[in-house]
């Protein structure tokens, strides 16, 4: 009984040595994994599709070329549908701006004078006066300004490398997908093999419903937005729209921030309240609506990612692996929270937690 204690010991000592090479491997790695993780992530959603061609005799390599072109077709036909839209939603906006400023003008600041007793009309001369104080100083200023724009200019440089590296890295893990899982089968020792198997299955059954389940909510609510907002007259209800769909994954800033965004808009448009509220009405079904039909029907209460592990695994990632982090950060965050239910099954089983 105490070898098998001591073999048990040794088992849970290389554990915690793997997860902390892992964890160390992943933070000096971060500034060049990004590319990586994101092929994987969208080898892992169309791999059903490359994989059902294959089973319907058609080669795997021209089924990844297959799909990868769809995928293309797709994004493209997206973008050109798009563009034209908000090019048009920010045509008006301009237009707009004139009339927008007078209502602030007019409205909003003899509001705020006679409310709290502060003058916000500008003061022209102390203006004047301030810009001749302080133009010795523009050279600095710029001196300073240079060179983050150097290094804004090489994030750039680095994003668009990223974005390039990504179809080739997913064309070979698609290509390759079965050789690399059989790969990673075969090294996983065999006292470990049952329990990573059954994480894996666990893991992979996670991943589906919540990223399929995601984009179907976003999918949903973007269009229900849109049309709900159009329908009470808002004009601009596209953009305002997409933006509370898409900002849906994060639980309730899809609602903040299209609820500010239309409440501004309707109420410039409107010129009163009355025209606020249907939008407030729009927002309060919407919320409903996806909080209680949408999300638990299609993602389900299962993954159980908490509000606050949702916001500090965004924030987390986008420091360590960038834009594409936020993109990765949930369907990892789903990963981890199933091998942590395991551990922590695992821990209350333990003579640790019973001692």
């Not at 990004?34 to 080898?43: E, G, M, R, W």
């Not at 509001?111 to 502060?118: A, K, L, P, R, V």
């Not at 990223?162 to 089968?185: C, E, H, S």
């Not at 953009?239 to 903040?256: D, E, K, R, S, T």
Request: hydrophobic share 60%.
């Amino acid at each position: 009984m105490k070898a098998e204690d001591n073999v048990s010991d040794l088992h849970k000592l290389w554990w915690l040595f793997l997860i902390l090479v892992s964890c160390g491997i992943l933070y000096l790695l971060s500034p060049i994994l990004t590319p990586f993780l994101l092929a994987a992530v969208i080898a892992y959603i169309c791999n059903p599709l490359v994989t059902w061609l294959s089973e319907h005799k058609i080669p795997r390599t021209f089924g990844v070329v297959m799909v990868m072109l769809l995928s293309l077709v797709m994004v493209t036909a997206l973008i050109l549908i798009m563009v034209p839209l908000f090019e048009k939603e920010a045509s008006r906006l301009l237009e707009k701006i004139p009339s927008y400023i007078e209502v602030i003008k007019n409205q909003a600041v003899p509001w705020f004078e006679s409310q709290f007793g502060i003058s916000l009309q500008p003061d022209m001369q102390v203006l004047k006066d301030a810009l001749s104080a302080h133009w010795q100083s523009a050279g600095g200023v710029a001196a300073k300004v240079i060179p983050s724009l150097t290094t804004g200019g090489m994030a750039i440089v680095e994003f668009f490398v990223n974005l390039l590296l990504v179809p080739v890295v997913l064309f070979y893990l698609l290509r390759d997908w079965n050789q690399i899982i059989k790969l990673i089968d075969n090294l996983i020792p065999r006292y470990w093999h049952k329990t990573i198997s059954h994480l894996a299955r666990e893991t992979d059954k996670v991943m589906a419903e919540f990223l399929r389940g995601q984009l179907s909510v976003i999918l949903i609510m973007s269009v229900c937005y849109i049309a709900g907002l159009w329908f009470v007259g808002l004009e601009f209800a596209l953009p305002i729209g997409l933006v509370a769909g898409i900002l849906v994954f994060v639980p309730y800033l899809g609602m903040i921030v299209g609820l500010t965004l239309a409440t501004f808009a309707a109420f410039m448009q409107f010129q009163g309240w009355a025209g606020v509220i249907p939008v407030w009405i729009v927002f309060a079904v919407g919320q409903l609506f996806e909080g209680m039909v949408i999300t638990p029907w299609l993602v389900g209460e299962r993954i159980g990612l908490h509000p606050v592990i949702v916001i500090f695994a965004l924030l987390a990632f986008g420091q360590l692996f960038g834009f594409f982090g936020i993109l990765l950060a949930l369907p990892v965050s789903a990963v981890m929270l199933v091998w942590l239910r395991h551990f922590q099954l695992r821990y209350l089983e333990s003579n640790l937690y019973k001692s």
